[in-house]
């Protein structure tokens, strides 16, 4: 059963977050240095967790909230990602990892592209393929830095996650805290709102295939923000067509 709660996160709201949010982040994506990509992506993350935050002490989850560290069973789903956030992504990566660890990622990143190429959301969910940034432990390797969607998701029925996730006997993905979610995904709107400004490509990028770009190419965050299509590839036709 859906959350039909009283909020104040109106649209009206949500699009005023937004709003507030494309004119900071445009105004970084207009610097002229090589970090103005990777800095619009952290700022909207923080920005985003901030609101989330707010949002769970304003209106708190009818029950609480059952993601904890180690519980990885939606990172099986589909994760689309901008292009700033797949920039910062990869730098973090490069910058974290040895040169063996981060030989070893790329592999499996090559591998779970090749895997889940072409796939619906419902068939990723289906063939159980797990985001190559998933650590022994179940955590994320790059929590720190997360695609905003990955940190706007959350639930507050674990097993209504196994049974979407990992049983796949349910169709519906669990009950989870909206607010706490549109926040983040109103903050997201706000990053890609502000690299439509500065006439960047913001077509929704599958982030295996992004990652695979980025981390291929130093060179790909100053290339798309001088405009250039690096991520083509990356592109996730099931939400974006053309
Ligand atoms: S990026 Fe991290 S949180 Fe998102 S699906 Fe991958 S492992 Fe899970």
């Known amino acids: 059963m859906p959350n039909t709660v009283k909020t104040r996160y109106s649209p009206a709201v949500l699009e005023g977050i937004a709003a507030g949010e494309r004119v900071v982040l445009r105004l970084t994506l207009a610097r002229g240095d090589l ?16 609101l989330m935050a707010v949002a769970r002490e304003r209106e708190p989850p009818i029950r609480p909230i059952a993601c904890k560290k180690g519980c990885s069973a939606c990172c099986v789903a589909k994760v689309l990602v901008s292009p700033a956030e797949a920039v910062r992504i990869a730098e973090y990566i490069k910058k974290k990892l040895s040169a ?17 190429h072409g796939l619906t959301r419902k068939e990723r969910i289906q063939k159980a393929i797990a985001c190559p ?23 507050i029925d674990k097993a209504g996650c196994d049974a979407h996730f990992i049983e796949h006997t349910a169709d519906m993905p669990p009950e989870m805290h909206p607010q706490s ?13 502000a690299a439509i400004d500065r006439k960047l490509d913001t077509r929704p990028l599958e ?30 036709r099931e939400v974006s067509p053309y």
Do not use: M, Y
């Open 207 to 236: 982030l295996h295939a992004a990652l695979q770009i980025a981390l291929g190419d130093e060179h790909c965050g100053e290339r798309w923000r001088r405009g250039e299509s690096v991520f083509e590839a990356a592109i996730d």
């Open 181 to 193: 979610n549109e926040v983040a995904l109103a903050v997201l709107g706000g990053l890609i709102g």
């Open 133 to 155: 940034l998933l650590d022994s432990d179940g955590g994320c390797l790059v929590h720190e830095v997360r695609p905003i969607i990955c940190a706007g998701w959350n639930s």
């Open 100 to 116: 063996a660890e981060l030989n070893a990622l790329i592999k499996s990143v090559e591998d779970a592209r090749a895997r889940s």
């Open 35 to 50: 970090s103005a990509v990777s800095d619009a992506a952290a700022t909207a993350l923080a920005r985003a967790e901030e």
